[in-house]
C-alpha cells in the first residue's frame, strides 16, 4: 500500500487534506503561530504547548504499527440511507460529501498489523468522516475485527473518536453499541487482550461501548473524553463545569483511564502493555533487570 | 390529580364536557335521557379508537411521556406478588431512577429491574424524572448477577428520557457503567426479557436493554435520540420534533418492522394511561408466555442466540470483492 511504503526520514508524512491550506496555523490551545512543517515533524503536536491537533486514519495507524505489516480487512463495507433520511441535510449527500473529503467510504479503518513483536487486530476512527459517528458500517466492522481477532487469538487494539451514533440511522446505530460489546464479551472470555485507545473527542454511543471495555484503556493529552458533551451538560444542568472537566487528565484523575500518553510514546507504551498481557514473544530478549534504587 | 390532556385529544375531551352538561341537564330537569347519554358514550368510545388508531411518530413519543402513563412500579404492584425492593450499588449510592429487587410473578421468581419516573415534583426530584446515574446501572448489574446466582430470570422495564448529562455521571463514569453492563449482560446465563414500556431514551434504556427477547408498548417509542435533541442537530430548531420523530422511525411498528423489537403489545384504546389495569393483564400474560418459552432454552443455546439476535442488527452495503478505499460505491 502506497501510505505504507518505506520513508528515509522518520517523522509521519501529513496529507495535505489533513490540514488547511498555508504555511503557518495558529494553534487553538496557546495561540502560538506555528510553521506547519514544524508541526509536521512533531508528530501533529504544537512545539510550544504540547497540543495534540488531531490525525487522520491513515497518519494514525502509522504511528502504531511496524511499517508495511498493515493487511486491511473489511473496506468492500459502505453504508446505505436504509431509513430514508431526509429533513434539512439527507444522509446520501452528507456520505458523498464526506466519501469526497476524505477519500475513504466510512469512519473506520481496521486490519491486521504488527505492533512490536506481535500481530494484532487493529481498528482506527477517523474523526474526519461524519465525526466518526458510528452507524451499521462502524459497527460492523468493529465486531467484525474482535471476532476475527478471537478467531485467530489475537490482540486487539482500537484507537477511537467519536461524536456519537449515527443519527441518520436511527435506532440500527445505537444497537451497534450492543453488537460490538457482545462481540468483546467473548473476546474477553477467550482471554485475549483489548486495549482502547481514546483521542480527541471521545463521546457518546463508542463512549459507552467500545470504548470504555478496553482491559486497559489509554488516552493522549488533552482529549475531550465523555457520555454527554460539556454542552449539553451545561444546558441539563446549569451549572459551571469544573475546569478541565472531561479532559484526558480529569479523568486519570477520576479513575477512568489507566494512562495519559503523549503521542511521540504511545507505540512504545502499548508494545509495552502487548509485551506483557500477551507473554513475551519467543526469542525476545528479556527485559534488563532495573538497576537497584541507589542504596 | 386533574386529567392531562393530550393536543389530540382535545375532541374526547369536548365530547366528555357535552355528556356531563346532559348528565346535569338530566339530573337538574328530571328527564331520562339515558339513550342520548349511552349513545354518547359510544361516540367516546369510537373517537378514543379512531385518534389512537391515527396517531403520529410524535404523537405516540407524547403518549409514552403521558405523566399518567403506568410506571415499572404500578405494573409491579399489578402483576407481582412480595415485590421487594433492594437498594445500592454497592460501591456509591442507591439510585431512586433505576430499582431492582425480587418479585413473584404467578408464582414463578422474577428479577425486576428498571427506570421509575416521578409523578408530581417531589417524587420527579427524587426519581430524576428517571434519568439514572452510574450508580443505577451498576445496581442493575448487580441485581442482575444476583439473579444468575439463583437461577432467577431476569425482567426488565425501561421508561426514561435517558441517562442522566450531569457532572457527576461522568465524574462517575456513565458511559463505563452502560458499556459494562452490554457487555455481561451478553453472558448472564438465565433469561432476560426486556419491555419498553414508555421512553425508551438511547443509551440510557438499551443499558438496560441486552436481552433473549425485546418486547415494546404499542404506544411507547425507542430512539438513539430524543426528537428535540436530533431537531436541534440536524434542523438547527428543535421545534422541528415532530419532523425528527418521523425520520428516526423510532414508534413500536417502525421497531418490528426493522427487526430490532420482537414483539409489540397492543395498548388499551386511548393508550395505557386510559386503562391501566388492562395493560398490566397484557403485560403479565406476554412476559409469562416469554418466559415459559425461554425456560426450555439450554443456557449456551440461549446465550448463542442473545449473540445472534443483536449481532444481525445493521444494515450495510458490501461488495464482493474488497475494493479500493479510494472509490467509495455508488450508494444505493
Ligand atoms: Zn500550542
Known amino acids: 500500500m502506497a501510505f505504507l511504503r518505506k520513508r528515509n526520514y522518520s517523522t509521519v508524512k501529513v496529507r495535505k487534506r489533513d490540514m488547511p491550506d498555508g504555511l503557518w496555523l495558529k494553534c487553538p490551545s496557546c495561540n502560538e503561530i506555528i510553521f506547519k512543517q514544524e508541526l509536521e515533524a512533531a508528530l501533529n503536536v504544537c512545539p510550544k504547548c504540547g497540543h495534540h491537533f488531531q490525525i487522520g486514519r491513515r497518519q494514525r495507524l502509522d504511528l502504531l504499527i511496524e511499517p508495511g505489516s498493515f493487511e486491511e480487512w473489511d473496506a468492500q463495507l459502505y453504508s446505505v440511507d436504509t431509513l430514508g433520511f431526509t429533513g434539512v441535510a439527507p444522509y446520501l449527500e452528507k456520505l458523498e460529501e464526506n466519501r469526497k473529503k476524505t477519500g475513504c467510504r466510512d469512519a473506520m479503518l481496521c486490519g491486521r498489523a504488527r505492533i512490536g513483536a506481535h500481530r494484532a487486530a487493529i481498528g482506527v476512527m477517523d474523526f474526519n468522516f461524519l465525526g466518526a459517528s458510528m452507524g451499521s458500517v462502524v459497527g460492523e466492522m468493529v465486531t467484525r475485527l474482535i471476532e476475527r481477532a478471537t478467531r485467530e487469538r489475537l490482540p486487539a487494539l482500537i484507537s477511537c473518536a467519536s461524536g456519537g451514533a449515527r443519527m441518520y440511522e436511527g435506532m440500527l446505530s445505537l444497537m451497534q453499541m450492543a453488537k460490538t460489546s457482545g462481540a468483546l464479551a467473548r473476546h474477553a472470555e477467550a482471554g485475549l487482550p483489548y486495549i482502547s ?6 463521546t457518546a454511543g463508542v463512549m459507552a461501548s467500545f470504548a470504555t471495555l478496553g482491559d486497559v484503556i489509554v488516552a493522549e493529552p488533552g482529549a475531550l473524553i465523555g457520555f454527554a458533551g460539556p454542552r449539553v451538560i451545561k444546558e441539563a444542568t446549569q451549572q459551571d463545569l469544573p475546569a478541565g472537566f472531561q479532559r484526558a487528565e480529569f479523568l486519570l484523575q477520576h479513575g477512568l483511564l489507566d494512562m495519559v500518553v503523549p503521542r511521540k510514546d504511545l507505540k512504545a507504551a502499548i508494545v509495552r502493555l502487548l509485551d506483557f498481557m500477551m507473554g513475551r514473544p519467543a526469542g525476545a530478549p528479556a527485559p534488563k533487570p532495573a538497576a537497584p534504587a541507589e542504596a | 390529580m386533574p386529567p392531562y390532556i393530550l393536543p389530540f385529544e382535545k375532541p374526547i375531551l369536548d365530547m366528555e364536557k357535552k355528556l356531563e352538561d346532559l348528565r346535569a341537564f338530566s339530573q ?71 430499582i431492582g429487587g425480587f418479585g413473584w410473578l404467578e408464582g414463578r421468581r422474577v428479577m425486576f429491574i428498571g427506570t421509575q419516573k416521578g409523578r408530581d415534583t417531589k417524587s420527579n426530584l427524587e426519581r430524576n424524572f428517571g434519568c439514572a446515574y452510574p450508580e443505577g446501572y451498576r445496581k442493575a448489574l448487580r441485581l442482575m448477577k444476583l439473579a444468575a446466582k439463583f437461577g432467577a430470570p431476569i425482567v426488565t422495564l425501561i421508561d426514561t428520557p435517558g441517562a442522566y448529562p450531569g457532572i457527576e455521571s461522568e465524574e462517575r463514569h456513565i458511559a463505563e457503567a452502560i458499556a459494562v453492563n452490554l457487555r455481561d449482560m451478553f453472558r448472564l446465563p438465565v433469561p432476560i426479557v426486556v419491555v419498553v414500556i414508555g421512553e425508551g431514551g438511547s443509551g440510557g434504556a438499551l443499558g438496560i436493554g ?77 412476559l409469562l408466555r416469554n418466559l415459559e418459552e425461554l425456560d426450555a432454552t439450554p443456557v449456551e443455546q440461549l446465550l448463542e442466540q442473545r449473540y445472534n439476535k443483536f449481532r444481525a442488527m445493521g444494515v450495510f452495503g458490501e461488495d464482493a470483492a474488497p475494493a479500493p478505499a479510494a472509490s467509495p460505491a455508488p450508494a444505493s
Open chain 2, 210 to 286: 441486552v436481552g433473549d427477547r425485546v418486547l415494546i408498548l404499542e404506544y411507547s417509542y425507542y430512539s438513539v435520540i430524543s426528537p428535540e435533541g436530533c431537531a436541534a442537530i440536524l434542523w438547527k430548531n428543535r421545534s422541528y420534533a415532530n419532523r425528527a420523530a418521523e425520520a428516526l422511525k423510532l414508534t413500536a411498528p417502525d421497531l418490528l418492522k426493522a427487526g430490532l423489537v420482537d414483539e409489540v403489545l397492543p395498548e388499551p384504546p386511548g393508550g395505557a394511561h386510559a386503562d391501566p389495569a388492562a395493560m398490566s393483564a397484557t403485560l403479565k400474560a406476554a
Open chain 2, 28 to 98: 337538574a330537569q328530571n328527564i331520562d335521557v339515558s339513550f342520548e347519554i349511552e349513545r354518547m358514550q359510544n361516540k367516546i368510545t369510537e373517537m378514543r379508537r379512531e385518534i389512537y388508531e391515527n396517531l403520529g411518530a410524535w404523537d405516540k413519543v407524547l403518549v409514552a411521556r403521558h405523566p399518567q402513563r403506568p410506571y415499572m412500579l404500578d405494573y409491579l404492584a399489578a402483576m407481582t406478588t412480595d415485590f421487594t425492593e433492594l437498594h445500592g450499588d454497592r460501591v456509591h449510592a442507591d439510585d431512586r431512577a433505576i
Open chain 1, 197 to 202: 485507545l481514546l483521542t480527541h473527542p471521545t
